[in-house]
């Protein structure tokens, strides 16, 4: 017979993470992760840059801790170092290079469908980023130049001529990691950099004082066009200007094709959930940044696991 998890848990990050460890000690075991990268936090791992600043508070956003894990401000090295040895300490299952397709509910609980595969669990916690899809723009990317429009800063080098589009923190961080070595500019839709934190307005403010790079605001991008294997960007005003590279970080979305799949119901681009996270599927459960419209702190990732494995705690006696 197919083995049954108690408890499965779709998504390697924070919330995840956060979930299977307070399971775990509160009494549940037969504990499984599933994630489609190879390593646990690939948002962070992908999307962060090295040494970069990672905060419990995300933009502003105070929480108190109210399970067993304490966590506090570090950097990317430390947040996975620390991710790792929780992970470490615990008899979890943690599957990689396994995308979940869909899920569906079983009069015993729900099969977990992954490519030719599925898994069995009682109860399932669907905690994946909205980094996971990141957000693209209207207007298409034409496939010969694909290859020099990206989402991270894998692939660049030096002497290169670079766009950053986006005026969040990873934008501003990706703009003046990149203006040491490479032309670069940042391109921004409204007229000041006031989503970032404190010490990137200050960082990116410095690089365009000092000419490091060139911010372009109140900007907006019409359409794209390969030129000789370099990117034209033609702007809504008809200028244009010709690119090496670009970069976009303007977030991510929710992956409404998957939730559909699944049964999940979804109100203004967000699953539906009671106070307990559990959606209209009884024995479903969502936590993390897919809940939350522009993401969450990873103190509130964690909040929604202990909130996620009380309940499933309350719900076995």
């Known amino acids: 017979m197919q083995k049954m998890y108690e408890l499965a848990i779709i998504g390697a990050g924070p919330a995840g993470i956060g979930t299977a460890i307070e399971s775990y000690t509160l009494g549940m075991r037969n504990i499984v992760m599933l994630e489609k990268d190879d390593n646990h936090n690939s948002t962070i791992r992908k999307f962060y840059k090295d040494n970069k600043r990672v905060d419990r508070d995300w933009k502003g956003q105070k929480v108190d801790l109210d399970g067993t894990i304490y966590f506090v401000d570090g950097t990317k090295e430390s947040t996975l170092d620390y991710f790792d040895t929780l992970l470490d300490n615990e008899s979890i299952e943690l599957k990689t290079h396994d995308e979940v397709q869909k899920i569906t509910k079983r009069d015993d609980g729900f099969e977990i469908f992954m490519g030719g595969e599925s898994i069995l669990a009682r109860y399932v916690v669907v905690t994946i980023g909205r980094m996971g899809k990141p957000n693209k723009p209207e207007y298409k990317f034409p496939p010969s130049i694909k290859n020099v429009i990206q989402f991270t800063l894998d692939g660049c080098g030096t002497g290169e001529k670079i766009m950053v589009i986006g005026g969040g923190d990873s934008a501003i961080e990706y703009a003046v990691e990149l203006c040491d070595r490479n032309d670069v500019t940042i391109c921004y839709r409204r007229d000041t950099f006031s989503r970032a934190n404190p010490i990137n307005q200050a960082?990116?403010?410095?690089?365009?004082?000092?000419?490091?790079?060139?911010a372009m605001l109140n900007t907006e991008i019409k359409e794209l066009e390969a030129d000789s294997g370099r990117v034209k960007v033609i702007f809504s005003d008809g200028y244009w200007e010709l690119y090496d590279r670009l970069i976009y970080a303007i977030g991510g979305t929710t992956?409404?094709?998957?939730?559909?799949?699944?049964?999940?119901?979804?109100?203004?681009?967000?699953?539906?959930?009671?106070?307990?996270?559990?959606?209209?599927?009884?024995?479903?459960?969502v936590a993390g940044?897919?809940?939350?419209?522009?993401?969450?702190?990873?103190?509130?990732?964690?909040?929604?696991g202990f909130a996620i494995a009380s309940y499933i705690r309350a719900l076995s006696k």
Not at 203 to 214: D, Q, S, T, V, Y
Not at 289 to 295: A, F, V, Y
């Open 203 to 214: 960082n990116i403010a410095k690089a365009i004082g000092e000419g490091h790079l060139i």
């Open 289 to 304: 940044d897919i809940t939350q419209e522009s993401g969450g702190s990873i103190a509130l990732g964690l909040n929604h």
């Open 255 to 285: 992956p409404s094709g998957f939730l559909r799949d699944s049964g999940i119901k979804e109100e203004n681009g967000l699953p539906v959930h009671d106070e307990h996270y559990q959606t209209n599927i009884p024995g479903l459960f």
